[in-house]
C-alpha cells in the first residue's frame, strides 16, 4: 500500500510542475505573443493545465479518463459563456476573464480536445518506464 501512496505523490509532484510549467507557457503566450495564433495556442495550454490538476486531485485515474475529464471541466466552463456570467463577472474581477474567459467560441472546444489529447499522449509516453540496453 505504501508503494501506491509513494507513486501518486510522486505524480502529483510531477502534474504539479507541469501545472506550474503550463501557467508560466500560458501567461508567455498571451503577454509576450502576437497573431491570430495566441488564442488557440492559449486555450489548448489552459486544457493542458486542466488536465494537470484533474490528474493531481485524482492521481491513480487512468489517463484517458483524466482526459474525459478535463475536457468535460473546459467544456463546461466554454458554455458557461452562453450564460453571459463569466463576462459578468469579469466586469468586476477582472482575473476571471483570465480564469474562465468570456466568450463562447467553437474554436476553443478545438482547442481543448487537441491541448487535452497532446496532455494525455506526453503524459503516457512520460509514464513509461525506461530501459537501457543491456541494464534490467
Known amino acids: 500500500m505504501q508503494h501506491q501512496s509513494a507513486s501518486g505523490r510522486a505524480r502529483r509532484i510531477v502534474l504539479g510542475c507541469a501545472a506550474g510549467i503550463t501557467v508560466a ?12 495564433w495566441i488564442g488557440p495556442v492559449g486555450d489548448a495550454l489552459y486544457a493542458v493545465l486542466i488536465y494537470c490538476l484533474v490528474g493531481v486531485l485524482m492521481p491513480r485515474t487512468t489517463k484517458v479518463r483524466i482526459a474525459v475529464a478535463a475536457f468535460v471541466v473546459c467544456g463546461l466552463i466554454e458554455v458557461s459563456h452562453l450564460t453571459g456570467l463569466p463576462a459578468q463577472w469579469a466586469q468586476n474581477w477582472p482575473a476571471v476573464r483570465w480564469i474562465l474567459g468570456s466568450a463562447f467560441g467553437w474554436i476553443d472546444l478545438v482547442a481543448y480536445a487537441i491541448g487535452v489529447t497532446g ?10 518506464p525506461v530501459s537501457v540496453a543491456g541494464v534490467r
Open 119 to 128: 496532455a494525455a499522449v506526453i503524459d503516457r509516453i512520460g509514464s513509461q
Open 25 to 36: 507557457l500560458g501567461l508567455g503566450v498571451r503577454l509576450l505573443g502576437e497573431g491570430t
